[in-house]
């Protein structure tokens, strides 16, 4: 189970997109020293995410949550793996190597060549340049550290040069997302199909290159095709497999829909209310309008709850740019893997057909310091 941990609704940006409620709410120790007992009473092994608002904003309550986990999983009792997501501009060399000390794998949010036109400092100036020494500070301690873009109408001619852009910069686990929640038009679709072509080609020259390099959006839809007979095991169920914990201690199933009252399933102090998540579970598994026959339904990201909500305000209604998004991403991922597959490439067979790939993989990297 993955616990993420909203320590705070405050942040040092202002990005254009947030959908974060600002505000001067802070997560105390104790609050989160309470989720990490609650994931201890189940033993096993658990995730903490440290996410915001902009989490590096409360590193003191990380140092504490850090150091009581520590102690639990010393017992034997539990075991914990530490994330977090951040900005990057508070990320120095005191945090990097106290995170390098206790294994905390650092997510880092960046948009690319967009960085500066829309994850801007609240004086609507940028920080692109300032996230290049950031960015290289990171992959020297971290060099697999996965950088998250989100794609805007704004950015999107840009889409595919902002990948080679982050790529340039040393990243090479690149994580991207649309934000759904904006305002699409019908013309942005021919520029999406263009990008994406772009992205195919620029995927393939890596691959073919052998050299280790995650693409979400491709790794993601040709995985969909090939795995195709265990894909529930992906998603996230909706509260059952991950839950978002509130800086004033109220659960909610997801990132996303933090602080809407309509889905809070519980607090730290009573837990989690199972009939509330079982209810929303089994609404979000209705089948979406429109979808029944859908020759990609399967493959497609229609079911994720928080992706709906953003775009349309509603977890059971589809938006039409992202039913679009799927159908131009899915026929041009297949092409370049079918090429790819073709050619017998030894990076994508291993990549895509070994179940074991993944966890080779994360061994590498450890070991890559
Ligand atoms: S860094 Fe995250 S929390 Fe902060 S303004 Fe941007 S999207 Fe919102
Ligand atoms: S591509 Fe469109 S119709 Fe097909 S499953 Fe996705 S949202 Fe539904």
């Given amino acids: 189970m993955h616990y993420t941990l909203h320590l705070t609704n405050r942040c040092n940006l202002a990005c254009r997109y947030c959908y974060v409620k600002k505000g001067q709410s802070d997560m105390t120790a104790e609050m989160a020293r309470r989720v990490v007992d609650m994931a201890a009473e189940t033993g096993g092994h658990h995730g903490i995410v440290f996410f915001g608002g902009e989490p590096l904003l409360c590193w003191e309550q990380i140092e504490e949550t850090v150091a009581y986990a520590e102690e639990i999983q010393r017992t034997g009792k539990c075991y914990f793996h530490f994330k ?28 690319g060549l967009g960085n500066d036109t829309e994850r801007i400092n609240p004086d609507g100036t940028g920080n692109r340049d300032k996230l290049e020494e950031i960015a290289k500070r990171l992959l020297s301690c971290k060099p697999y550290a996965p950088v998250m873009m989100t794609v805007t109408p704004g950015t999107l001619p840009r889409y595919a040069d902002s990948v080679r852009y982050l790529y340039g910069l040393g990243f090479r686990y690149i994580i991207c997302t649309m934000d759904y929640s904006a305002a699409w038009r019908e013309s942005d679709l021919v520029i999406l199909k263009r990008q994406y072509r772009k992205l195919a080609t620029f995927y393939r020259e890596m691959t073919l290159r052998e050299e280790k390099f995650y693409l979400s959006p491709f790794e993601v839809k040709i995985s969909t095709h090939i795995r195709s007979h265990n894909l529930r095991a992906e998603r996230c169920e909706l509260g059952k497999k991950q839950i978002s914990v509130a800086p004033d201690g109220k659960i909610y199933p997801c990132v996303q829909l933090v602080g809407d009252p309509m889905f809070c399933i519980g607090d730290i102090w009573l837990g989690i209310d199972e009939e509330a998540r079982e209810a929303l579970y089994l609404l979000n598994e209705r089948e979406k309008e429109g979808c029944e026959r859908c020759a990609i339904r399967s493959r497609c990201n229609h079911y994720c709850a928080c992706l709906n909500k953003s775009a349309t305000g509603d977890i059971t209604k589809v938006s039409p740019f992202l039913c679009a998004h799927e159908r131009i991403l899915v026929p041009i991922a297949d092409g370049v893997a079918e090429r790819l597959y073709r050619g017998r490439n030894a990076l994508f067979i291993q990549k895509q057909y070994n179940d074991m790939f993944p966890l080779i993989s994360l061994a590498e990297d450890k070991t890559v310091r």
């Fill in 84 to 111: 977090i997501t951040t900005n990057g501009l508070l990320l120095d060399e005191s945090f990097l190597s106290y995170a390098c000390r206790h294994d905390i794998f650092i997510a880092l949010s960046h948009d």
